[in-house]
């Protein structure tokens, strides 16, 4: 994990001052996705671990996310729009999703969180992708309705790519 975060630390250092066009951005993200779908785990490849979770499961990733989320807020007049936004890009809550998936249900729990971490990131990218076409064109409150249908859509197509592979290997269509 620390060697993941290097590297999207590194990442975002170095592209504080890099501009793209959308278009081959998404493009580039999409196929970037599709990677990481593919050289994900097959599901079956790693036990599972059915342990209970205490009570303190879901109140302790509640402050710990929020945490995370006031220190940013906290710090954007110093670290300016641009990079608070390239940071507000970390998975904060994937981090600990996966982190008590994996203490709850193992290596399995953990991949699986993953895994649809990746599948949702084709809408969270198709959010912006409608976004970044509309905000130049429209009003900023009618900009959000193309953004928020093709996050749907994008959503609902990832949905039935997982409902279509083969049982027991999410993602298998992409393999």
């Not at 590297?7 to 001052?17: E, I, P």
């Amino acid at each position: 994990m620390y060697q993941s975060l290097l590297a999207y630390f590194s990442l975002v250092f170095l592209m504080q001052g890099v501009q793209l066009n959308i278009l081959p951005l998404y493009g580039m993200v999409l196929l970037l996705i599709l990677l990481g779908i593919r050289l994900m785990p097959r599901p079956g490849e790693s036990p599972v671990v059915n342990s209970r979770t205490g009570k303190w499961d879901i109140p302790a990733r509640i402050v710990i996310g929020t945490s995370f989320i006031l220190l940013l807020t906290g710090s954007a007049a110093f670290l300016g729009a641009r990079l608070t936004g390239l940071l507000s890009t970390i998975p904060l809550y994937t981090i600990i999703l996966t982190v008590f998936a994996h203490r709850s249900q193992g290596t399995a729990g953990a991949v699986d969180v993953l895994r649809g971490l990746l599948f949702g990131l084709v809408g969270f990218a198709s959010f912006f992708l409608a976004l970044g076409f509309s905000l130049p064109r429209m009003d900023v409150r009618w900009a959000f309705i193309p953004a928020i249908a093709s996050t749907l859509f994008a959503h609902g197509t990832s949905l039935l790519v997982l409902r279509l592979g083969i049982p027991g290997d999410a993602g298998s269509v992409l393999r």
